[in-house]
Structures are given as structure tokens and as C-alpha cells.
């Protein structure tokens, strides 16, 4: 498969299991999967039809690990904007996390430190480098270090995702450190 195929399928993959499974009449369970024969069959009748092979190779080749395959099931692995339960336990930090965002969004993120937005929670990056092509997405990148062990230490609740994505409801601006 060339690779502009592995990116449309997996877009359409993201778009939905995570924001718009209604659209093609899918019903997420409470952790978010469905059955590779269920998304198959409403591919194919939303006019894009993917081979189930192909489904295991974007699955596969993906950098970013976005989806997960499981006994005969698939899930967004984190990112998602309805209603899901990915069941993941609460996890330490490491002493610091980064946060790639835009320099318009300073201003705000200021006063209110970092909101889900859209999604479920704040996304948070491991390095500084996955940080900035993050950012990158939305133009000039600008990352802010997250003071993450002594949010821990002051009880707010971390998760780690099946990629690596570290989740949290809100950064309040103390713990946040801008360039
Ligand atoms: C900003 C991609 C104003 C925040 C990426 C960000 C990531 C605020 C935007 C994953 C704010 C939300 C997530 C506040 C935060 N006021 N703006 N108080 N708090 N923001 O896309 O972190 O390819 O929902 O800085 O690689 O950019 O989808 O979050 O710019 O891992 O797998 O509001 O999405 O992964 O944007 O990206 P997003 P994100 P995938």
C-alpha cells in the first residue's frame, strides 16, 4: 500500500472511532471498540472500503500507535471526543512532560493553564521533540514544560496511554513554564 493510502485509511479510522462513529452507523462499546467486521462492513457501505488486511497493515505501520487491535476488535488509542472509558490506570509521571502548542493560544493558556479543548483530556508529550511537531500542526511551534511530579504530588491524576501520550484534565498555570 502506498503510502497517501495508509493515511486516508488511517484517518478515517480516527475520524471514526474517535470523534464520529455515528456518521457510519457504528456504536462504540465504553472503552471505545468496536468489531473489525462492524467498521469493515460500514466502510464499505459509507463508500470507502478497506480490506481487513489493509486495516492490520495502518494499524501496523503507524509511527504513532493511534489504534489498537484486539481480539477481533479495534479502538482509537487516545485522542477521542465522545464519551469513552479507556480504562487506564493512574500512573506516575515523569518529573517533567512538554506540551507543544501555538503562540496565539499563550494568551489564554496563561490564565486558564491547558483545557481538553475538544477531547477528553490535556495531551501531554514524553520529549520535547514529539512536543514540537505537535505544535507544528497549527504553525510556529512553542513548547511549555509541565511541572508533572509535583502535579502528582499534589494529587492530580496522570494516565498513560497504550502510545505513550501522557493524559491529564487540566494544567493550571503554576504548573506550567513558558519559553
Ligand atoms: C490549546 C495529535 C486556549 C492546545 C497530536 C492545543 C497530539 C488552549 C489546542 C494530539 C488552552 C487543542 C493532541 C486554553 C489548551 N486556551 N487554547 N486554555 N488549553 N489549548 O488537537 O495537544 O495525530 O485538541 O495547546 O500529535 O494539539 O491526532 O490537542 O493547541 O498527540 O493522533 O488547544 O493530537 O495526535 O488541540 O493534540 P488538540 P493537541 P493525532
Redesign the pocket.
Known sequence: MDEQRITRISKYL?RHL?HDPQAIGLVLDSGGWVEVETLLRAAAEDGFPITEEELREVVAADA?R?HALEGGRIR????HSVPVDLGLARAEPPAVLY????GR?L???R?????????HH????PDRE?AT???A??GVPVV?VVAAGRMHADGYAFRCSA?G?WLVDH?PPPYLLFP
Open positions: 480516527s474517535r504513532k493511534r482509537a488509542n487516545q485522542g506540551h507543544g502548542t501555538v493560544f494568551a489564554a493558556i490564565d486558564d493553564g491547558l483545557r481538553p479543548m475538544s477531547r490535556v495531551h501531554l508529550s514529539t511537531r505537535v505544535g500542526r497549527r511549555l502510545n501520550v494544567v
